[in-house]
């Protein structure tokens, strides 16, 4: 009951904050130097057609009525036409949509797996070498500027090694022969996905692993896990089933407080893998002058990261029993 | 935490102290003597151009040379597509991160430092206010934030760039300094100042900046990291200011004008040095760290 009063009040505190980000984009849309019809109206339109847009957006009226045009498209996932693509861009979104949902998530629960598992490992060698490899592997993984693993990666893996492939997300050839079955569809989907995952991977990771390690060297001091000792526990046992699982909500809170930071590393990582997602469709849209494009990805991935701090909170919140809200 | 670094003699005795502890850290040793270089880099970047105007990073061209080569003796690290030198540019790219990490962190942590005591110290609406704008930007990835303001306001110049990242970046170090004030404020001689008649301002300022100054400051090597990264990143897909040279701008070069195939010479030095400086940035934060958290430093005794 308390969780889910929680959850509503939060999901208000969401839905404000999105309204806010909404008008101000609407604002920035209208005060930036230039003409707000180019913006929104493909040039390449007949009049007849750049009118009719005109009128469905309202800008032929005054601002506080575009204003609720503008929210009351928004709520009716009326975007306008993409310039580039020169199809609605609702279409476009979904269609990128569950590519970087993919992406992300799965790069994200790896990363938090692994990061903790492995910095379970390094608190428990403590000053040892392993310990050392763990950390130093850690700090430099973080630290690498991304686009440039990415390259990396490209250069090694897909060029050199041609393991594996560069580009896209899937292979024609597998996707337009009629004989092949889902299985082989997933599998190559898995094959693309492998560089850009890796990418994502390698540089988040590491903190995950710093902050596990630190969390488990102070989980070690807590009284319970002296108790735990004295009654004759193996280690192992205090070690996994006592302390890592409180030593690990840390790493809950550090993914919440770095999504925007994975959200920019997701951007960067699709645009270098062209992969098809949100995140590089912004890019691709900011670079071409796709403003109606541009605009319903940036309010698209604003969502994305507020569900998701949602969801890394009411997580948190069902993990620690300590904390009710 | 920060106040509790002990106050030897003045602020002297406290940095000394400081100083003591942060050179037993290997980490802030590495990261300080990495930092060293790069601001040697930095400074070294105004020489090759005064050597020969073909070695200026953006207009220099070797007349013998329009197309991108290996190192060799006239050209330490190879040219770009254009038959620029890259050890220039290299060097210039130093002077781009410095400038833009420090000035866009130290924007930030003043941003954010005074905001965190404002709230913190005032409480109520003001405090309700100024956290939940907090947590409104903190949302944000800032890096696609640049990218929508850049497509709406056309190409930005490097300290608008600079301005938006400290405009964005605040909202961190706010929240550890409001709590760290509301620690504070409960203490006796804030309660002493108040009662001599201090005014708001003056006990924000005189009193408790002095004891949230320390954390600001670890909060800044952070800043700095992130700050280059934002730009770096901005540089690389084409957003960055096109007069400058920017590691990022280089990366962007070698990937858009396809080297990244044939010339490794291009493309691991700017990468390499972009990693390097966040990563010696980051190791010097974390040695600061444990010179202000005495918590910390104890864990360091024990083992």
């Given at each position: ?7 509503i ?15 101000v984009?609407f604002?920035l ?11 929104m ?10 009118q009719?847009?005109?009128s ?53 629960i ?23 490899v763990?950390?130093?592997g850690?700090?430099v ?8 693993l990415?390259?990396?990666m ?7 090694m ?18 092949s079955g ?37 989980t ?31 790493v809950v809170?550090s ?27 912004l ?8 403003y ?11 969502i ?21 809200y | ?7 030897r ?36 970047s ?5 050597i020969d ?30 038959g ?25 942590i003043?941003?954010?430092?005074s905001?965190g005591?404002i709230?913190?110290?005032m ?5 309700t ?38 405009l964005?970046?605040?909202p ?12 504070l404020k ?9 009662v ?15 004891n949230?100054?320390p ?19 901005l540089?690389?897909?084409?957003f960055?200011?096109?007069g400058?040279v ?11 004008t396809?080297?990244?195939f ?16 966040t ?5 010097l934060?974390r ?16 083992s």
């Amino acid at each position: 009951m308390e969780l889910r009063r929680y959850i509503i009040r939060r999901l208000i505190q969401i839905a404000i904050i999105f309204y806010v980000i909404l008008t101000v984009l609407f604002l920035l849309f209208r005060l930036a130097p230039g003409d707000p019809v180019s913006r929104m109206v493909d040039p390449t339109m007949t009049p007849e057609d750049a009118q009719r847009l005109i009128s469905q957006l309202g800008l032929d009226q005054p601002i506080w009525v575009q204003y609720l045009y503008y929210v009351k498209n928004f709520f009716t996932g009326n975007f306008g036409h993409s310039f580039h693509y020169g199809k609605p861009v609702v279409e476009i979104i979904w269609d990128r949509l569950p590519n970087t949902v993919l992406l992300f998530t799965t790069s994200i629960i790896l990363s938090a797996l692994v990061g903790v598992f492995l910095g379970k490992i390094a608190s428990w060698h403590k000053g040892k070498a392993t310990d050392a490899v763990l950390t130093i592997g850690a700090l430099v993984t973080h630290t690498v500027f991304l686009p440039w693993l990415a390259l990396i990666m490209i250069w090694l893996f897909g060029y050199k090694m041609g393991w594996f492939p560069i580009t896209g997300m899937i292979s024609e050839e597998v996707w337009l022969d009629p004989e092949s079955g889902i299985f082989a569809k997933a599998l190559d989907v898995a094959h693309h996905m492998v560089l850009p995952l890796s990418t994502l991977f390698l540089i988040h990771f590491g903190a995950y692993l710093l902050i596990m390690r630190s969390s488990m060297l102070e989980t070690l001091k807590e009284d319970y896990i002296i108790t735990a000792r004295a009654k004759g526990l193996s280690e192992k046992v205090i070690r996994d089933k006592h302390a890592a699982p409180n030593a690990a909500l840390p790493v809950v809170t550090s993914v919440g407080l770095s999504l925007a930071f994975s959200i920019n590393g997701g951007a960067l990582t699709e645009t270098v893998f062209t992969w098809p997602g949100i995140g590089r469709e912004l890019v691709f849209s900011v670079s071409h002058n796709d403003y109606p494009l541009a605009q319903a990805s940036f309010l698209l991935i604003a969502i994305v990261v507020l569900l998701a701090n949602l969801v890394v909170d009411v997580l948190y919140a069902y993990l620690d029993p300590r904390i009710r809200y | 935490m920060a106040g509790s670094v002990q106050k030897r003699a003045g602020f002297k005795g406290a940095f000394l102290e400081g100083w003591e502890i942060f050179k037993e850290s290997l980490l802030g040793r590495i990261g300080l003597t990495l930092i060293l270089i790069f601001a040697l880099m930095a400074v070294a970047s105004f020489i090759p151009p005064m050597i020969d105007p073909m070695y200026h990073p953006m207009h220099g061209v070797d007349p013998e040379i329009s197309f991108s080569t290996g190192p060799s003796l006239r050209h330490w690290l190879g040219t770009d597509f254009m038959g620029r030198d890259i050890l220039s540019q290299l060097l210039a790219g130093a002077r781009v991160a410095f400038m833009v990490g420090v000035s866009a962190a130290f924007m930030s942590i003043f941003l954010g430092t005074s905001i965190g005591m404002i709230a913190g110290y005032m409480g109520k609406a003001v405090d309700t206010m100024l956290m939940r704008l907090a947590d409104m930007i903190m949302v944000m990835p800032t890096l696609l934030v640049v990218l929508i303001l850049s497509s709406l306001f056309g190409q930005l110049n490097i300290w608008t760039i600079v301005l938006i990242i400290a405009l964005f970046r605040w909202p961190g170090v706010s929240r550890v300094i409001r709590s760290q004030t509301l620690s504070l404020k409960t203490r006796p001689f804030i309660e002493a100042a108040r009662v001599a008649g201090a005014s708001h301002f003056r006990i924000i300022f005189r009193h408790i900046m002095p004891n949230v100054l320390p954390l600001s400051f670890l909060y800044m090597t952070f800043r700095v990291t992130s700050a280059i990264i934002i730009e770096a990143a901005l540089a690389f897909l084409g957003f960055g200011d096109p007069g400058t040279v920017s590691w990022g701008m280089m990366l962007q070069w070698v990937w858009k004008t396809g080297h990244m195939f044939k010339a490794p010479y291009w493309l691991l030095p700017p990468g390499i040095c972009i990693s390097l400086i966040t990563l010696s940035f980051y190791m010097l934060g974390r040695a600061m760290d444990e010179v202000l958290d005495p918590r910390l430093r104890k864990e360091a005794d024990a083992s």
